[in-house]
């Protein structure tokens, strides 16, 4: 479902398709743990291949970022498209994340 690629300071993350209630767990999961892991002090969820986005896929954001927070990481999203930006908009959450 995704990629993980490191480098010395920022793990990328790149999902691809649907974050939905089907796979939200799963990916959360996979957030937890490459910010559990890793030492690096930035994690980036790099959204370019991700087509849709339900309140499951954005509640497992909005956890990876609290954990991130917690663990004092920084935490952004970037290759946000058009129609994935409305929903950070509408719910207001384009103010609480770093989207580049």
């Not at 939200?24 to 910010?35: G, I, R, S």
């Not at 087509?51 to 954990?67: N, P, Q, R, T, Y």
């Not at 999203?77 to 929903?87: A, E, G, M, Y």
Request: proline residues 3%; glycine residues 4%; hydrophobic residues 45%.
């Amino acid at each position: 479902m995704q990629a993980l690629l490191k480098n010395p300071t920022i793990t990328v993350i790149r999902p691809q398709g649907s974050l939905n209630a089907a796979n939200a767990l799963k990916f959360q999961q996979d957030l937890t743990k490459a910010l559990a892991q890793n030492t690096n002090n930035q994690l980036l969820v790099d959204l370019e291949q991700v087509e849709a986005l339900d309140s499951a896929g954005l509640m497992a954001l909005v956890s990876a970022l609290k954990f991130a927070q917690d663990l004092g990481r920084q935490f952004s999203l970037c290759s946000v498209s058009p129609s994935i930006r409305i929903v950070f908009e509408l719910t207001q959450l384009d103010q609480v994340f770093e989207i580049s």
